[in-house]
């Protein structure tokens, strides 16, 4: 199937602001790309990328005083199957696991995973399959928490979370992700694009989304609380350990968003879709 995402962004300011992003697709889904994925800025300055500490490809500029425009609009061919979940296979025992996946069971900004310890312990530890304990603490946090823009809130953490039983859908992310760890099964958050593609549609403004992936026997598999269903569609922009390392934009000084548009389609075969991008 072939997607056509993008996104329009639009900061005032008032003083020259520098800033950072992650606009961009993960690497790992450039060789699906149909079109070329670039980031336009308004008016033309000079920006760069670079891969950061979790291999994502993040963007730096300066604002100039008053403002500048981001988009990017682009077609990418994807699979078109459901996330897959992962096998039913016996927790992997701590010290099996690759010194990679390790910074993934550990506290975060935004993952208190000690608050959560005996919790966890206590409603998924007696669960034996990596698959089965991980599908028990989706489903609890997708029970646990109401979903509603009007509930977000950019400090929220999973503690928070937990307590308050509200949030959008990196509160679910954040949650899920420490429950996952504190019962020793690595988490990552992730960040990207996923449209009503094979669901319903909803009537909501588009925006990025978050879900998170989960280390089972060697290999990184989805999961979402907040739709608790594997989905089509998904791009992934970028991976952290919570919010923190995936913002979509960090601004180092006074900048209003004034726009905010993305944008995630279905569109037909791929000569009729190639020549719309163009």
Known sequence: ???????????????????????????SRNRDLLTPHRIS?????????YLDAFGNLATRLTLPEGGARLRCEFLIEDSGRPDLAAPDVPVTPIEELPETALPFL?????????KLIPTAWQMFGGIRSARGRVEA???????????????????????????EQVGVCRDFAHLAVTLCRAVNIPARYCTGYLGDIGVPPVDAP?????????????GWYTYDARHNEPRIGRIVMAR?????????????????????????????SEPDAVRQAA
Not at 145 to 162: D, L, S
């Open 41 to 49: 800025v308004s008016p033309d300055i000079a920006i760069y990328d």
């Open 240 to 268: 952290g350990r919570d919010a923190t390392d995936v913002a979509i934009t960090t601004a180092f000084g006074p900048a209003v968003l004034k726009k905010f548009e993305v944008t995630t389609d279905e569109v037909a």
């Open 137 to 163: 603490i989706v489903d609890w946090v997708h029970r646990r928490i109401q979903f509603g823009y009007h509930h977000a809130r950019c400090t929220r953490t999973a503690w928070e979370g937990y307590n």
């Open 206 to 218: 588009m925006d990025f989304s978050a879900w998170f992936e989960v280390f089972v026997d060697g």
């Open 106 to 114: 550990l506290a975060s900004r935004y993952c208190e995973t000690e």
């Open 1 to 27: 199937m072939l997607i056509k995402a993008g996104f329009d962004i639009e900061f005032e300011t008032t003083t020259r602001v520098p800033l950072t992003a992650l606009l961009s697709i993960h690497p």
